[in-house]
């Protein structure tokens, strides 16, 4: 039962029919503000997201990397997004790889 209530909680925020994407942004993503700047830009645009992995450069010669999944109600949204983090990455020289976009179905109760 714990494990059924922890699946609930993760996933109550997300809603049948929403748009997902896992986006991986790699460079010096925190001396360059760059996270900062995606981060304002998902709020802005009311993306949810959730960060699911972290590899911190600790010295100046190496890079960051963060994988994001980004959740949206719609595909447009998700765009409009996507373009205005693309533009801050060529400003910051960061890079944007493995992108994937999936619209996202969860089971209905009497699934689980």
Known sequence: ??????????????????RFATVVFNGHLFDTKFFNAAINILEDCHIDFRVTEWQVGNKVQNSSQVTMQLF?????????AKEKIEKEAALKKVTISAVSYTHLT?????EV
Do not use: Y
């Open 1 to 18: 039962m714990q494990h059924v209530k922890e699946a609930e909680r993760k996933t109550s925020s997300l809603r049948r029919g929403m």
């Open 72 to 80: 949206s109600q719609d595909s447009e949204t998700l765009d409009k």
């Open 106 to 110: 969860l089971p209905t109760n009497r």
